[in-house]
């Protein structure tokens, strides 16, 4: 079984920080392409920001130059690091990946975790 487990979310003010972390444990043989995506209250689901294998990192326009995600392969985690946060970034955020086990490739996704930023 493959379990992707979000943390770091929270309250921040706007202008403030957070740094989200996910990490993907169990029967994994390599992990490809990770993200992560947020989904507001009424909302449908989005894209933030993916991240490749080799580290090739792509955004949504709405969070470019605010927001960095970086991964580290080692220990099959993946990070957002939010800053100059915006009321407007108030969402549950989950993460995925793109992960082959020794029977399958799917992608997981977490749970998610909650980032209220307040004006």
């Known amino acids: 079984q493959v379990q992707l487990v979000e943390s770091g979310g929270g309250l921040a003010q706007a202008g403030g920080s957070l740094r989200l972390s996910c990490a993907a444990s169990?029967?994994?043989?390599?992990?490809?392409?990770m993200g992560w995506y947020r989904q507001a209250p009424g909302q449908q689901r989005e894209l933030v920001a993916l991240?490749?294998?080799?580290?090739?990192?792509n955004y949504a326009e709405s969070v470019k130059g605010r927001f960095t995600i970086s991964r580290d392969n080692a220990k099959n985690t993946v990070n957002l690091t939010m800053n100059s946060l915006k009321p407007e970034d108030t969402a549950v955020y989950l993460c995925?990946?793109?992960?082959?086990?020794?029977?399958?490739?799917?992608?997981?996704w977490g749970t998610g975790t909650l980032v209220t930023v307040s004006s």
């Open positions: 995925n990946g793109d992960i082959m086990t020794y029977t399958t490739r799917q992608t997981y």
């Open positions: 991240i490749t294998g080799g580290g090739n990192a």
């Open positions: 169990g029967s994994i043989l390599s992990v490809n392409a």
